[in-house]
């Protein structure tokens, strides 16, 4: 089994301010388990130690490439080649917080049990929401 994960790094997310590109920047990848995603976030991207997984899940054996595209529906990817401070660094994405509130908002009507108020989004549901745009609709 595949592990989907998303990272955050505190000193990437301050460099992402400075140059305008916001304070919501994640890593999505794929790793082949917990152990290769633990060792991946250790090891670090785009120069910075300080990684932090978000959040996780476990599913069918998927290709990083494939993931990272469909998500790209929905948020925008920085590009690795136009900022080097990347290094080569695929799948770190800038997140729109509207697009998370909007989609917690819809999955709260839904449930009907809660009245409809406003929603502060926490990083741990910004990487429910990276996974579930990423990952294939069940059929």
């Known amino acids: ?5 998303v990272a955050r790094s505190a000193a990437l997310t301050k460099w992402a301010s400075d140059v305008g590109q916001g304070k919501h920047i994640f890593k999505l ?3 082949a388990d917990k152990d290769a995603a633990k060792a991946a976030i250790d090891a670090g991207w785009a120069g910075e130690g300080d990684w932090r997984l978000i959040h996780s899940q476990e599913v069918p ?3 990083e490439e494939p993931v990272i595209e469909r998500l ?3 948020e925008k990817v920085i590009d690795p080649t136009y900022y080097p401070k990347l290094k080569g660094a695929s799948g770190v994405f800038r ?4 697009n ?4 917690l908002l819809v999955a709260k009507a839904m449930s009907a049990d809660e009245p409809l108020t406003d929603i502060k989004v926490k990083p741990k ?4 929401y990276m996974i579930r745009n990423a990952l294939p609709s069940p059929s």
Do not use: C, F, P, W
């Open 72 to 74: 790209m529906r929905k």
């Open 95 to 98: 997140i729109t917080l509207t």
């Open 61 to 63: 054996d998927l290709e």
């Open 125 to 128: 549901d910004i990487g429910e």
């Open 100 to 103: 998370v509130q909007n989609s």
């Open 1 to 5: 089994m595949a592990v989907v994960y």
């Open 29 to 31: 990848g794929v790793a």
